[in-house]
């Protein structure tokens, strides 16, 4: 199925910073190909569905809107790496959608190097995703940027490398 561009509202959700293709690469990336990494599963389809915009900011309402066409067109597992501080009715009922069609959505619990409350990885059907460093501990910084690190709090579901 093909994606669809929730920010400009097109058939074209080319990614503008390169962080959606980055984990769509660790997601999806073919493996035995002599180029460099495989992802975890090689033989995946996704469906790309850009909801922010080049300066990594998007609406609620893009998000809902994406998850909507996401179950609509058959995915069966959601991954959102963005997150919002405030609680949102839309994109609450949007996941609980999902949720109720057995989807999964997966999503980070952002990189604040703090226990606050991120949207939609803080609501209580979507998996939460924290972040470990190679020793399995939770990443403390990222880009050498000291106040940047995996959020933490009982909210978290799972971490990952």
Same mark, same amino acid.
């Given at each position: 199925m093909?994606?669809?561009? !929730?920010?400009?509202n097109d058939n074209d959700?080319?990614d503008?910073?390169?962080?959606g293709?980055?984990? *769509?690469?660790?997601?999806?990336?073919?493996?035995?190909?002599?180029?460099? #990494?495989?992802? +975890?599963d090689?033989?995946?389809?996704?469906?790309?569905? @850009?909801?922010?915009?080049d300066? @990594?900011? $998007?609406? =609620?309402?893009m998000? &809902?809107? &994406?998850?909507? #066409? &996401?179950?609509?067109?058959?995915?069966?597992?959601?991954?959102?790496?963005?997150?919002?501080i405030?609680?949102?009715?839309?994109?609450e009922?949007?996941v *609980? =959608? /999902? =949720?109720?069609? $057995? +989807?999964?959505?997966?999503a980070?619990?952002m990189?604040?190097?703090? /226990?606050?409350?991120?949207y939609p /990885?803080a609501?209580?059907?979507?998996i *939460?995703v924290?972040?470990?460093?190679?020793?399995?501990?939770?990443?403390?910084s990222?880009?050498?940027?000291?106040?940047?690190?995996?959020? !933490?709090?009982d909210?978290i579901? +799972?971490v990952a490398?």
């Amino acid at each position: 199925m093909s994606g669809w561009d !929730f920010v400009n509202n097109d058939n074209d959700p080319s990614d503008d910073s390169g962080h959606g293709t980055n984990v *769509a690469g660790i997601l999806a990336a073919n493996g035995n190909n002599n180029l460099g #990494y495989a992802g +975890v599963d090689w033989n995946c389809q996704l469906m790309i569905c @850009k909801i922010v915009d080049d300066k @990594k900011q $998007g609406l =609620y309402t893009m998000w &809902a809107s &994406a998850i909507y #066409y &996401a179950v609509d067109h058959g995915a069966d597992i959601i991954n959102m790496s963005v997150g919002g501080i405030p609680i949102s009715r839309v994109l609450e009922e949007a996941v *609980a =959608y /999902a =949720y109720d069609n $057995g +989807v999964i959505i997966v999503a980070s619990m952002m990189n604040d190097n703090k /226990a606050t409350l991120y949207y939609p /990885a803080a609501y209580e059907t979507t998996i *939460a995703v924290g972040s470990t460093n190679p020793n399995d501990e939770r990443s403390i910084s990222f880009l050498d940027d000291a106040c940047m690190g995996s959020n !933490f709090g009982d909210h978290i579901d +799972v971490v990952a490398p």
